[in-house]
């Protein structure tokens, strides 16, 4: 069975440019979850959706950072006028609703120049 | 804040031994408490996890064990094989939410 899945898997940008990464979670799974792991750190959790809930916006860095989730499957995961710290990889991962097991995607590694 | 900690950056061990992969966590609350693994260009990958309630999961080669007295978590995996070779998280998260909170990670080795 799929997996879940990211794209694209690499994206160079230039600082000020926009971006959109892309999940597809397990199907299924009503959680969604957008993490980011900068460079010798760990995974930070950055937003989390579950089913038709509000989203839990608490872990995004700055207003520059968003997220939507389109009919409960995809979610897209932008941000706007990158900067040299939003380089990373960011990992989407997705669980059955009251699962404690995460599934990840393999990642976008974004450089932002 | 970092409230899960892995201070060991890197552990290098030969296949057949044990490695032990150690967590500590700052946040009493935190109630269940996983590993994950994580291969290069990889996501991570569950590997084993424990509830508050319990001391001790098993699963295969895996142990984890729980000390919550001193907040402290650790993983065992015996014997070691050459494709355990990765980056392990310790993870936790409380209250029943589904947010993690990941430690940094440990690079484990195991030569041959």
């Known amino acids: 069975g799929a997996g879940v899945s990211q794209s694209p898997s690499n994206k160079v940008t230039e600082k000020g440019k926009d971006v959109e990464l892309r999940c597809d979670p397990i199907?299924?799974?009503?959680?969604l979850y957008w993490y980011r792991q900068s460079l010798g750190q760990g995974l930070e959790f950055l937003i989390y959706f579950q089913g038709n809930s509000a989203p839990d916006k608490s872990g995004l860095p700055s207003d520059r950072f968003s997220a939507e989730r389109t009919g409960g499957s995809v979610s897209t995961l932008t941000i706007q006028r990158t900067q040299q710290e939003d380089s990373a990889v960011y990992l989407c991962a997705s669980s059955l609703v009251h699962g404690n097991e995460q599934f990840f995607g393999p990642g976008t590694r974004l450089t932002v120049l | 804040d970092q409230q899960v900690k892995q201070n060991s950056p890197s552990l290098s061990v030969q296949e057949g031994r044990i490695s032990i992969l150690n967590c500590d966590y700052t946040n009493s609350m935190f109630d269940y408490f996983l590993w994950y693994k994580k291969y290069p260009a990889e996501g991570p990958t569950f590997l084993i996890s424990?509830?508050?309630?319990?001391d001790k999961n098993e699963d295969g080669r895996f142990t984890v064990f729980l000390n919550k007295s001193a907040k402290h978590l650790s993983l065992h995996i015996v014997p070691s094989q050459p494709g355990d070779s990765a980056v392990y998280f310790c993870?936790?998260?409380?209250?029943?939410?589904?947010?993690?909170?990941f430690g940094t990670g440990t690079q484990l080795k195991v030569e041959l």
């Open positions: 199907s299924g799974h009503t959680a």
């Open positions: 993870a936790a998260k409380a209250g029943g939410g589904n947010k993690l909170t």
């Open positions: 424990i509830s508050s309630i319990k």
